[in-house]
């Protein structure tokens, strides 16, 4: 199936939002929360999971709807993997999101791109692509939400966890019903532990897609 332009359009405003997103609203947002005293990692934490949600987590809602096969949201997402691996590799780090011990922003684009793709051709719907990002994106920024303002610093803590399982069940459960349910609340306890470089944005992804395929029900929409 070719590409069509509105495709291509669409991922156009899409980019363009994300470059206005991460490159000039967190950064202000960044800036004005410091001058008002709060701790500069406390605020980097925020950033990344606000680009979580509304860079992530929108484009993978809109996807299902206006994209007829994965191949240009693919290419977009391994587009702002590198540039956001760049900063990393030159030295030159978007501070305002980015931190030198990690590159967990750079797993999150690749892990949007693999899981999207891989579920969308694997079952020919694309929502067995979505589901996974969802949870990754909207219940991996509302844990590191809640964690951040509770302890003020990055840590895993199953206040995030159940945060995370009372903003996806419902989702998983409206997409894929209870097989969608049960799944978001097992992301909701992986997404607890880190496994060396596997940190959540691979390990959850990556399970919810593995047991979605293996389960393969019938989903809602």
């Not at 989702?171 to 992301?187: D, E, K, Q, S, Y």
Request: glycine share 8%.
């Amino acid at each position: 199936m070719l590409i069509s332009v509105e495709e291509i359009g669409l991922a156009t405003v899409l980019f363009v939002w994300i470059v206005i997103l991460v490159g000039f609203l967190t950064k202000f947002f960044y800036e004005a929360l410091v001058k008002r005293g709060v701790e500069e990692r406390v605020v980097i934490y925020y950033n990344r999971k606000i680009i979580h949600i509304l860079a992530g987590g929108l484009a993978a809602i809109l996807v299902p709807f206006y994209f007829k096969t994965p191949i240009v949201p693919l290419i977009l997402a391994m587009l702002l993997a590198v540039l956001n691996y760049i900063p990393h590799k030159t030295g030159k780090l978007f501070y305002w999101y980015q931190v030198p011990e990690n590159m967990y922003e750079v797993h999150f684009c690749i892990m949007w791109g693999i899981c999207l793709t891989a579920g969308w051709l694997l079952t020919g719907n694309p929502w067995f692509g979505v589901l996974p990002i969802i949870f990754m994106s909207f219940g991996d920024a509302i844990t590191g939400i809640v964690r951040n303002t509770m302890f003020k610093r990055r840590t895993k803590s199953w206040w995030g966890n159940l945060a995370m399982a009372i903003v996806t069940i419902p989702i998983g459960a409206w997409i894929f019903g209870a097989a969608g349910a049960g799944i978001a609340a097992l992301c909701s306890l992986i997404e607890h532990y880190e496994f060396g470089m596997l940190d959540d944005n691979i390990t959850v992804p990556l399970a919810a897609l593995a047991i979605l395929l293996i389960l393969n029900p019938v989903p809602n929409i």
